[in-house]
């Protein structure tokens, strides 16, 4: 009687207590979501039924299957739909299962009777699609904190935000559980620490969780550089850092436990169970600084070995065509002396690779030093694709190289300054627009179409730009454009017309859709890139953070709607209402929606469209549809429903004169 009095009390402590802890439990916080596709189903057909067969499916799995579950569903065909979802390697299978129930709820009602379908929380990711694989890396968002790092700190936080991030991926890709799961915290300051987290689904392979993870490094810096905390949401991968911990420490813990010595044991037993583990951790201590002082010298010569290659490959390449190397090279003294030793005063911009400092030569020359950071997260791949193709371009619409620096650790290149700066700080600012006449606009598209002409058609080689967007666009004291950062370029051979990659570099909502969904770029691209910054310059709108209730999405739905019910100049920028050329306005409205028609065959050749802007005796053909990839990808969609933080498009880095773009990369943590 006794005894099941006891059990019975227990049994009730141990209720109150299960009940208690769920109570407890937070309800999963919404983060954002991405309706990705831009088609649809329609109600109560097999795709309608599937979906719903697969959603109850994830959330009756949340608890059984550690976390991740994917699966997909064909009762019927056609209407086969694929869907998964991923928990934080961290948090319990009831938290799971609340995540993966609330995502499953409302992923439907955000993205209505949409195909393919993505929405994160703070805890859990849940997608599904009718496309196959669902391994891919875009769409992607960014989240950061709104406050940042003081700039007296900012050096060290970044140092080691860049270390901890490429030490933390490489613990989850290399994770020995099925996790694909890694957190990790380091000290920044005595009283501070930086708290750290990267995911994978366990479904990729080692390769393509590393380029996931550094697809969603490389979007951090021009999107959340100095902030306090920042994440990067991708569909198959996350990381995420705080200055504050936001996952459950003791659930991540790799510590293992000391286990006490039983009662039996001896009193030598018990001191060689301690001094055992001294002489081993004194051991692996020593062998550990060996290691990393091997390593630290080994990366030292990489890196020398790298600027020595570098400098050889430059010789080779530049030498023999254009002008003798040594022409080209700086010594390190000179550019420090230019640049007042690096002087945080001097700092005109930063991104992924390291920071752009402004000098002065001797002769009184002004010159922008793009300095390589020893910790950047870029490799030296981009920097000696720029080097190359910008030395070897000369034109008055392009930036000019003047030359680099490679000594010792220190890889450089300088450029011609630009007083101005980038078009976008002009063009969406509402103070600084109004600088931008009609005539000074039409002579900045005229230009832009200038240069991409010369990269395509009458430059040594030919060149796909692949990131161009206003950022990109340099503007001299006379406002004439220079279009800048060749590091994401490619060089075309003479008789190819198309290329797929798997490497996907360039910005959202400046992409052409074959190339973003497909990995397929040509000349086109760059077509389609240019018809988006026309329609931009016209209407001093961002296409990336367009949003207009009960209009349109996005600046290419606007435009077209605008296009279609015969209101053109309604598009017009209201800072140039009083003076504009009205065939101009039609004419370059026209062009740009005739470039980003979603069939590449259908968008002019650079060559027409200069043509186009220069005579108006060509004849242009109607404009169809724009591309719809980019539909619901709002980031202003997202911020409701987050708490301190500000959502952005991801997209991913350039040559920063201007940081409020993030351009997309693809680079690989040391």
């Not at 379908?117 to 875009?138: A, E, G, H, K, Q």
């Not at 700080?425 to 179409?449: C, H, M, T």
């Not at 058609?457 to 950062?485: F, G």
Request: charged residues 20%; contains cysteine.
């Amino acid at each position: 009687m006794c005894i099941f009095k006891s059990s019975a009390t227990h049994l009730l402590l141990l209720s109150l207590f299960s009940l208690l802890s769920f109570a407890s439990e937070a309800a999963p916080i919404y983060s954002a979501h991405d309706c990705t596709n831009g088609s649809y189903y329609q109600p109560n057909t097999t795709f309608q039924a599937n979906l719903k067969v697969l959603l109850s499916s994830l959330v009756s799995n949340a608890t059984l299957h550690d976390g991740f579950y994917s699966t997909n569903i064909s009762l019927g065909n056609p209407g086969q739909v694929k869907g998964l979802f991923l928990c934080r390697g961290d948090v319990t299978p009831t938290v799971c299962q609340q995540c993966v129930t609330a995502a499953a709820m409302n992923i439907t009602r955000f993205c209505t009777n949409q195909t393919e379908s993505i929405i994160w929380y703070d805890v859990c990711m849940l997608r599904y699609s009718d496309n196959f694989p669902l391994n891919n890396i875009v769409p992607g968002m960014n989240l950061k904190a709104d406050d940042s790092v003081p700039n007296s700190d900012l050096t060290q936080f970044n140092d080691l935000l860049s270390s901890t991030l490429n030490d933390i991926t490489q613990k989850a890709v290399n994770s020995p559980s099925d996790k694909k799961f890694a957190a990790k915290e380091a000290n920044f300051t005595s009283s501070m620490k930086l708290y750290t987290l990267a995911q994978c689904t366990p479904d990729l392979s080692t390769f393509d969780c590393n380029r996931c993870f550094s697809s969603a490094i490389s979007a951090l810096p021009n999107c959340c550089s100095g902030k306090r905390g920042a994440r990067t949401l991708l569909p198959s991968c996350n990381i995420r850092y705080e200055l504050y911990p936001f996952y459950n420490a003791s659930a991540v813990s790799t510590q293992p436990e000391l286990s006490s010595p039983s009662s039996g044991k001896s009193n030598i037993s018990i001191i060689v169970a301690i001094v055992v583990p001294i002489v081993v951790a004194v051991a692996l201590f020593i062998l550990g600084c060996c290691f990393l002082r091997k390593r630290a010298s080994k990366k030292y010569n990489s890196f020398r070995q790298d600027s020595s290659n570098l400098y050889v490959f430059l010789y080779h390449v530049v030498g023999d065509d254009l002008i003798d190397v040594e022409s080209l090279q700086f010594d390190l003294a000179t550019v420090e002396a230019a640049a007042n030793s690096f002087a945080d005063e001097n700092k005109i911009g930063q991104g992924g690779f390291g920071v752009v400092y402004k000098g002065i030569l001797p002769n009184g020359q002004e010159i922008a030093v793009k300095r390589l950071s020893v910790t950047s997260l870029q490799g030296t791949v981009e920097f000696t694709n720029e080097a190359i193709l910008v030395a070897k371009l000369q034109h008055r619409n392009l930036v000019r190289l003047l030359g680099f620096c490679l000594e010792g650790q220190e890889k450089m290149l300088i450029y011609e300054y630009i007083p101005n700066k980038s078009l976008d700080r002009f063009l969406f600012d509402p103070v600084k627009q109004r600088e931008l006449d009609w005539s000074r606009r039409y002579n900045i598209i005229v230009g832009i179409a200038r240069g991409i002409l010369y990269l395509h058609e009458d430059s040594q080689l030919r060149i796909i730009h692949r990131d161009l967007k206003a950022s990109n666009v340099l503007l001299d004291e006379k406002m004439n454009p220079k279009i800048s950062d060749f590091g994401m370029a490619k060089i075309f051979q003479p008789d190819q017309t198309q290329v797929n990659t798997g490497r996907i570099v360039g910005t959202y909502g400046y992409m052409s859709p074959e190339y973003a969904l497909r990995g397929q770029f040509s000349v086109k691209s760059d077509v389609f890139s240019f018809g988006v910054l026309v329609l931009e310059i016209v209407s001093g709108k961002k296409n990336t953070d367009f949003y207009q209730t009960g209009h349109a999405d996005d600046l290419l739905s606007y435009v077209w709607k605008n296009w279609t019910e015969q209101t053109p100049l309604e598009l017009l920028d209201p800072t140039l209402r009083d003076s504009y050329s009205r065939n101009e306005v039609i004419r370059c409205i026209h062009i740009g929606l005739l470039c980003v028609q979603e069939n590449p065959s259908d968008r002019p050749s650079m060559a027409t469209i200069s043509l186009m802007l220069n005579s108006y005796t060509v004849t242009m053909s109607l404009p169809r549809k724009p591309a719809s990839f980019l539909h619901g990808r709002t980031p202003n969609r997202l911020k409701n429903g987050l708490d301190s933080d500000q959502s952005t498009n991801c997209s991913i880095p350039s040559i920063p004169w201007s940081n409020n773009e993030v351009s997309i990369t693809e680079v690989y943590p040391r």
